[in-house]
Each structure stands twice: as structure tokens, then as C-alpha cells.
């Protein structure tokens, strides 16, 4: 006699697979998803925003302090030192009423600069030290004094070398033609804007071993680089030197060019 197979399958009968059900969470809360947070030393973007509007702060005090030293006890010798540098036979005047006040406070502002020029390259490094490492924290921390004393040695370089001869020539240009007699305002806007470029331009050995050190470039890069740099000291030099002669721009794009030069040595061995 035949049997009828059950309709129903016992619990003993094999069943389709079915999907493994997720193990619920310790004490019945849902698993929660993975976030992704930032590494430690990290700075959002509106991090980095306030400390640049702090150090800009910082520094803004710096050179108002820097200006108002320069101001009272400064700015009247300085500008004594600059119309001496005007050649024999020409003469700095003055034709409008207000144009010694404005170049007084143009003198004010220059020397101040001077003044605050360690708070300001101090405030510079300190705004990218969060990404370097300790060591490169260190050697930023010792470039501020090199960086200030590059800088005014480059004023020294500026004062004594290329702005008489700069000077000598476009005075002696005319070949006595016409007298030399130049307005105070130009001249000693000419004079300071050309003395802070040259300063400005004398820090190029820090930047150099600053970029060896952080990994920007290298020292292999920086030789072989060497043609590009001795045309771009003549370039730079071209930009920066109030006269077109030939012998002014020598005069400032060698010693740009011997900058790069000092600042491969210095790399080689710091770094």
C-alpha cells in the first residue's frame, strides 16, 4: 500500500539557503556606520583662516610699533643718510608743501618695516609650522635671526654699492646739460623702494635651504638649474634696477646670482 509524501516538511527536511540575518548590536542598539575623523595635527580650513587672520594681526601690530619707534627717534636721521647719498653737483628740493610729510611717513614706513622684520618672517614661519616635522620646526625657529640679518645686509649691500652707482648714473646722464635737481617725494621713494627689494632679494640662500629642507626640491634639481638661475638673476635684476645700463644690472644680478650659488653651499651643509 502506498504512502502520500506530507504536504508540510518536518523540521528535519532540507531547506533552501537562506540570507544570514545580521547579529544585532550589544545591548539592542543599531551598528553604527564607520566616520571618517581628521588625523590628529590636522586643521580644517576655517582653522587655518584664523590663525592667518591672527598672525596677520600680530604682524600689523609689529610694524604700526615698528613705524611709530621709526617715527620719533628714527625717520629724520635715515632721511639725513638718503638725500647724502644724492651725488655732488645735483640738489633734492622740494616743490609742493605736503611732499616732506609724505615722504617722511614713506621713510617711517620703510624703516619700521626694518624694525619689525624678525616679528614678521617669526609670524611667516610659525603660520607653516604645523606642517613640518620637528626638526624642520627647529631650523625654522634659528632661520629668523638669519633671515633679519640677510635682510639687512642686503639694505648694507643696497646703500653703499648699487644705489650710488645707480645714482651717478642717472645724474651724470645728461653730460652737464641739464642740472640735476631732484623733488624729495621721487627721490626718496626711489631710493626706499629699491633698498627693500634689494633686501627682500638677499634672502634667497634661507629660502634655498628652506625648500632643501622641507623636501621641495633637491640639491641635484638646484645644480642642474644652475643656467635657468643665471638668467633669472639677470631678469630678476631687469625688474628691480631703476636704471637700464648694462653695468647697474650687473651689479645686482651677480650678486643674485652668487645668492643661489651660497644658498646651494649652505644647503649641502645644513641639510
Known sequence: MSTQAPL???PNDPQEP???LPAPAANGAEAEQPTSTPEPGTMTILEHLEELRQRIIIAGI?????????AFL???RV???LVALA??????ININPPEVFTAYLKVALFTGTAIAMPVLIYELFMFVLPALTRAEKR???AAVPGASLL???GIAFGYYVLIPAALGFLGGFSGGLIQPMWSIGPYLSFVTTFLFWIGVSFEMPLIIVTLVKVHVVSLRQLSHYRRYAFLAAFVIAAVITPTPDPFNQALVAIPLYLLYELGILLARWLV
Open 139 to 141: 631650523f625654522a625657529m
Open 8 to 10: 508540510n516538511p518536518t
Open 18 to 20: 537562506t540570507a544570514a
Open 151 to 153: 635682510f639687512l645686509v
Open 87 to 92: 651725488p655732488a653737483g645735483s640738489q633734492v
Open 74 to 76: 628714527l625717520t629724520q
Open 79 to 81: 632721511m639725513e643718510w
Open 62 to 70: 609689529a610694524l604700526i610699533v615698528g613705524m611709530t619707534i621709526s
